[in-house]
């Protein structure tokens, strides 16, 4: 492998963890803090903080997994699926309770 498949397997990797797992935990932070707000146990501004707060959590473990991960391509393929997913999720949920 030269220097240069080497530089750029590292930026794409930075690129998939840093903006793969804030789309992924920004996505999970507004899924929860719709679900806490409609099960009614918080109000909403509440549950966005809350939810705020566990996705930052989440987004370190997520850019933890970034760099263990073998997989370049596992890794794209996890942080786009899961970040569509929540977002979709979350976006549904929101049209349903008409929030």
Request: glycine content about 14%.
């Amino acid at each position: 492998m030269t220097l240069i498949g080497q530089s750029s397997r590292i930026v794409l990797r930075l690129l998939a963890a840093i903006g793969g797992g804030y789309a992924v935990a920004a996505g999970l932070a507004a899924l929860t803090a719709v679900i806490l707000f409609i099960t009614g146990g918080m109000p909403r501004s509440e549950a966005v903080i809350l939810a705020s707060m566990l996705a930052f959590l989440l987004y370190l473990g997520l850019l933890i997994w970034a760099f263990a991960e073998r997989s370049l391509a596992r890794l794209c393929l996890v942080l786009a699926v899961a970040g569509s997913a929540s977002w979709g999720a979350a976006l549904g949920l929101m049209r349903l309770t008409g929030g």
